[in-house]
C-alpha cells in the first residue's frame, strides 16, 4: 500500500471545520464538569470522578479522575484502576453496570442483551510520574485501564483521563455512570460518580408507520388483512413501540390471525410480541389488538399483520374502519394516531401499489438493448436517476387481489404515457393477458356502456400484443404496428381476463428517457421523467362494472448525468495535548440519485492551519472497518476494489504557499473499481423519497503540531 498507516488512532481530535484544540484550545467537546462526585478517602488520600451532566449520543465521553494525598501521608504501591466491566456489565450474572444502555432486559423471557455498550477511545499518563496506563485495544468493551502508579509522595494532586465513545442510537435519557478502584499498602477504595451523565433525547419524530390494507376494497364475506410497518427514521434506538388497532364503526370484522413479524434490525434479533389480544385469536371478534416491538435501530423496520374476514352480515355501503395508534416508551410518546377504512361493495377492487423503477434490468429481457450503468445491475427506487436514452422498467401497478372468493371477469389498468420518456413494452411474466393503445383519443373507457370487454379493437384501441415479450419495442411509433415505441400522451391499456383469487399482477412496463429518438426531445437535465399519469383501474364481475379508482400516481425518474459525490469531515476525538497525533477521518460517499460512480482524488485543504501543523509529517491510511466498499464488477465490470491500491499523497510544506497549492493538500488516488458507487446510499429498495447516503471507505489523516509547547489547531 502506498499510504503510511497512523501510530495511533487513540489521538483526540476534533472537527477541521469547528478547529481542533491542540494543547489546551477550546474544541467541540463538551464541558468536563463535575456532577454528583463521590469522594472517598484512603488513608488520608481522596479520588473523585468528573464527568458532563449530559452529552449526545455518538459522541465521546471525557471522565476525569482526581486524585489528591494530603500532606502528612503517603501511599505506597498505589494502583488505580476503571474497568469497562463495572461501566458495562457485560457477561455479568445480574445487570450491574453503570451504563444503563449496555445491558438490557426487558422482562419478556429473553434474558439480558446487549445493547448499546460504550467503548474504549484513549486513556491519558497520570501520577507523580506520569505513569503511561495499560488499556484494553481501542474499541473494547470490556477490559480496564489501569495505572500502576507506586509510590506516591504526600501532598500530590494530578488528574488522568480516560475518554469512552457513547454509541450512536443509545436510547434517549440513557444514564452512564464511571467509577474507579484505588488499592495501595494502605487499602482499597472505590470512587462512583453520583450523578450519572444523560444522553440527550434529540426526539422522535419522523418515524414513518405504514398501515397498508391491500384491500382497498372488500365484499361482504370476503377475508382480507391489514399490514403494519414501523420504520425509525430518528437518529436514536426506538424502546416498547406499541402497536394499537382497535375496530369502530357499525361492521365488526373477524379476526383470525395475528402474526407478529420479526423486526428487520442490524444489530441482533429483537422480535414484535403480542402482549394484547382476545382470548383466541381465531374466529373472534376483532376488538383491540396490541403488538409490541421491544426496540428498533435507526433505519430499521418491524411489521405485523392482522388478519380478518368481514361478516356476511355486513351490507354492502358499509365500511370497516379501525383506528390504529403507535406509541414508545410504553405509551409515553404518539407516533401516529390514524384511522383506516376499508368501504364493502358489490365488486371488490383489487389492491393496488405504485412501487419502483429499475435501473438496469438483469432476466429474460436482452441485455443488449440497454445501456448499463455500472454499479445498479438491478435496483429499486421510486426517484431513480436515469440518463436521457437510458432503459429503465416500471412497476406501474402492484396489483394484488381481494383476496376472496370472487373471481372478477375482467380487470383493467389504463394510463397515459408521461412527459420525457416514451413506452416500449413489458417485461416477461406480466401475467396480463393483452395490452392496446390509443394515440388519437378514440378509445372508448372500460366503464363506459359502449365499451367492448370482448375486443377492445372494437372500440377505439389498437393492439399491441397479447402475452408477455422479452425484448422492448424499438420500432418507429405508429398508431397501427403493434411493436412500436408509444410516444408521451398516448394512452396504454391493459387487460387481465378471468382475474382469479390471491392472483397478483406485476406490470413491470418498460421505458426509456427521451433524447430525441422517436421524435421525443430529451427533458432537461434535473427535472423529473414521470412514467405515466392519468390512471384509471376497473373492474368487471357479471355485468357490474367498477370504477376502482387510480390508485397511487405515477412515479418518475430523476434525469441525470454522472454522480453526486457527498463529503463528510469528522475529527473522533475533541482534543490533543500539543506536539501529539491528532487525527481526521474523511468519508467520501455518493446518492442514490446518481448514475454513475464518483471519479476524481478526495483531500484535505491545510493551507489553514499550515503554520500550526508539520506539513512534512501529515501521515495517511484507507479506514474500511465496519464501512461497505464496492462489491465486485459493482462499478466497472470485470473489476473489484483492493483497498490497498488507494494511494496515500501527502502534502509537502514547501510546495504550499497559496490557497490551492497542490502541496497543501493531504490527499487519496482511488482507482475507479473503489470510489463510492450510485447505490451506496440507498442500502434498501425501501427508501422511497427523497435523497440518501452512504460511506465506503473513510480516510484517516494524521498531523502534528508544528511547535510542541504551543496550543494549535489542525
Not at 424499438?474 to 400522451?489: K, L, R
Request: proline share 8%; hydrophobic share 35%; aromatic share 6%.
Amino acid at each position: 500500500m502506498a499510504s503510511s498507516r497512523l501510530d495511533s488512532r487513540q489521538a483526540i481530535v476534533g472537527v477541521l471545520s469547528a478547529a481542533l484544540a491542540i494543547g489546551g484550545c477550546s474544541g467541540s467537546a463538551p464541558s468536563a464538569r463535575p456532577v454528583g462526585e463521590r469522594r472517598l478517602a484512603l488513608g488520608g488520600a481522596s479520588l473523585t470522578i468528573s464527568a458532563p451532566s449530559t452529552l449526545r449520543h455518538d459522541s465521546d465521553l471525557p471522565l476525569t479522575l482526581h486524585l489528591s494525598v494530603p500532606a502528612g501521608s503517603a501511599l505506597s504501591e498505589a494502583v488505580l484502576t476503571l474497568s469497562l466491566d463495572d461501566l458495562n456489565g457485560i457477561g455479568h450474572p445480574v445487570d450491574d453496570g453503570l451504563v444503563s444502555d449496555a445491558v438490557v432486559d426487558y422482562g419478556t423471557g429473553g434474558g439480558r442483551t446487549t445493547f448499546r455498550p460504550v467503548t474504549f477511545v484513549s486513556a491519558t499518563p497520570g501520577g507523580p510520574a506520569g505513569t503511561a496506563p495499560a488499556t484494553p485495544a481501542p474499541g473494547a468493551t470490556t477490559g480496564a485501564v489501569t495505572w500502576a502508579l507506586g509510590a506516591v509522595p504526600a501532598g500530590f494532586t494530578g488528574q488522568l483521563s480516560v475518554v469512552v465513545h457513547v454509541p450512536r442510537g443509545t436510547t434517549p435519557r440513557a444514564t452512564i455512570g464511571a467509577k474507579a478502584t484505588l488499592v495501595s499498602g494502605q487499602g482499597t477504595t472505590v470512587a462512583q460518580t453520583t450523578t450519572p451523565t444523560v444522553v440527550a433525547d434529540e426526539g422522535r419524530t419522523g418515524t414513518f408507520v405504514g398501515w397498508d390494507p391491500l384491500t382497498p376494497r372488500m365484499v361482504p364475506g370476503a377475508a382480507g388483512y391489514l399490514y403494519g410497518s414501523v420504520l425509525n427514521t430518528a437518529a436514536q434506538d426506538l424502546e416498547r413501540i406499541k402497536i394499537v388497532t382497535t375496530s369502530e364503526g357499525a361492521c365488526t370484522p373477524t379476526l383470525t390471525a395475528v402474526e407478529p413479524y420479526s423486526s428487520e434490525i442490524a444489530d441482533g434479533a429483537h422480535p414484535t410480541r403480542l402482549v394484547e389480544a382476545p382470548p383466541a385469536t381465531r374466529n373472534v371478534p376483532m376488538t383491540t389488538t396490541s403488538v409490541v416491538v421491544d426496540r428498533l435501530a435507526p433505519g430499521n423496520r418491524a411489521h405485523s399483520v392482522l388478519r380478518f374476514t368481514v361478516p356476511a352480515s355486513c351490507a354492502i355501503g358499509q365500511a370497516v374502519t379501525v383506528r390504529v395508534v403507535i406509541t414508545d416508551q410504553d405509551g409515553a410518546n404518539t407516533l401516529r394516531d390514524f384511522r383506516q377504512t376499508i368501504p364493502l361493495e358489490a365488486v371488490a377492487c383489487p389492491g393496488a401499489h405504485s412501487w419502483y423503477a429499475h435501473r438496469v434490468q438483469e432476466g429474460l429481457l436482452v441485455r443488449g438493448n440497454y445501456s448499463p450503468i455500472p454499479s445498479w445491475p438491478e435496483y429499486y427506487g421510486a426517484m431513480s436517476a436515469v440518463r436521457p436514452g437510458e432503459y429503465f422498467s416500471k412497476l406501474d401497478q402492484y396489483i394484488q387481489s381481494s383476496e376472496n372468493s370472487l373471481t372478477l371477469d375482467r380487470f383493467y389498468f389504463q394510463f397515459t404515457v408521461g412527459p420525457g420518456v416514451t413506452f416500449h413494452g413489458m417485461r416477461a411474466n406480466n401475467i396480463y393477458s393483452a395490452a392496446y393503445k390509443d394515440c388519437d383519443g378514440s378509445g372508448l373507457s372500460p366503464t363506459n356502456t359502449a365499451f367492448n370487454h370482448t375486443d377492445p379493437t372494437l372500440s377505439g384501441w389498437s393492439a399491441m400484443y397479447n402475452g408477455a415479450f422479452v425484448a422492448p419495442f424499438t420500432n418507429p411509433p405508429s398508431e397501427t404496428d403493434p411493436q412500436a415505441a408509444v410516444t408521451p400522451g398516448c394512452r396504454v391499456l391493459y387487460v387481465r381476463a378471468a382475474f382469479p383469487p390471491a392472483l397478483h399482477l406485476e406490470p413491470q412496463t418498460l421505458y426509456r428517457v427521451c433524447d430525441g429518438s422517436y421524435g421525443c426531445a430529451a427533458p432537461a437535465l434535473g427535472s423529473t421523467a414521470l412514467v405515466h399519469s392519468a390512471q384509471e383501474r376497473v373492474a368487471l364481475a357479471g355485468s357490474t362494472v367498477t370504477n376502482c379508482g387510480s390508485g397511487a400516481s405515477g412515479t418518475g425518474v430523476r434525469v441525470r448525468l454522472g454522480s453526486s459525490p457527498t463529503l463528510e469531515l469528522v475529527a473522533p476525538q475533541a482534543a490533543t495535548p500539543a506536539g501529539s497525533a491528532a487525527v481526521l477521518e474523511l468519508r467520501p460517499g455518493n446518492s442514490n440519485a446518481a448514475t454513475q460512480y464518483v471519479k476524481g482524488r478526495w483531500g484535505i485543504d491545510l493551507y489553514a492551519v499550515r503554520e500550526l501543523v508539520d506539513l512534512d509529517r501529515v501521515l495517511g491510511e484507507v479506514l474500511t472497518a465496519g464501512l461497505q466498499t464496492p462489491a465486485p464488477n459493482e462499478n466497472i465490470n470485470g473489476r473489484s476494489c483492493d483497498p490497498a491500491t488507494i494511494a496515500f499523497v501527502a502534502p509537502v510544506a514547501a510546495g504550499c504557499q497559496v490557497p490551492g497549492d497542490a502541496g497543501c493538500f493531504a490527499s487519496w488516488t482511488i482507482p475507479e473499481e473503489c470510489q463510492p458507487s450510485n447505490n451506496l446510499g440507498c442500502a434498501t429498495p425501501m427508501i422511497t423519497t427523497g435523497t440518501a447516503f452512504d460511506r465506503t471507505c473513510a480516510f484517516g489523516c494524521g498531523c502534528r503540531s508544528s511547535a510542541p509547547s504551543t496550543p494549535g489547531r489542525c
